[in-house]
C-alpha cells in the first residue's frame, strides 16, 4: 500500500511539475486511460499523445491532491482541486481566451508491478464549460 500512495503522490508532483517524461515513465507499456466521459486509450505513446494536446490547450496545476489505495496496493485512488488556464481552444469545447476555471477532479488507479497500469479520470465536464463560458 505504502508504494501505492508513493508511486500515485510521484505521478501529481510530476504532473505539477510539467515533467511528462518522468509521468509517463511512472505507466506500464499497455496504460489504459479512461478519458472523463470519452473512450478508453491504451499504451503509454497513447497516453504521451494526450498530454501533448492538453499542456497545448490547458495549463493546470491540482491542489489539495489527497491518495488513498487498497490494502494489497492494487488500486488507488485520488481527489485534487483543478486550477487551470484555457489557453488554446481544444476541438468540441468553447473557444479559449485564457479564461481560468477551478474543479473538482479525481481518479482512479490500477497498479500492476510498480507501475500505474490503468487511470480513470473524473471531473464535472458541465462545470468546466459554464466557468470558461461564462
Known sequence: MENTL?????????????DRESML????DDV???LNQGVRE????????FMQRMDRSYAEQLHDVVVMASADGR???AEYVVHGTYKASDEGLPEA?????????G???EVRDGRIARVSNYYNLEDWIA????
Open 42 to 49: 491504451t499504451g503509454r505513446e497513447a497516453f504521451r499523445v
Open 131 to 134: 466557468q470558461v463560458s461564462g
Open 97 to 105: 481566451r485564457g479564461q481560468r476555471y477551478v474543479l473538482p477532479g
Open 25 to 28: 515513465a511512472l505507466l506500464a
Open 6 to 18: 508513493a508511486l500515485i503522490r510521484e505521478y501529481y508532483a510530476a504532473f505539477n511539475r510539467g
Open 75 to 77: 488500486r488507488a485512488a
Open 107 to 109: 481518479a482512479f488507479f
Open 32 to 34: 489504459a486511460h479512461d
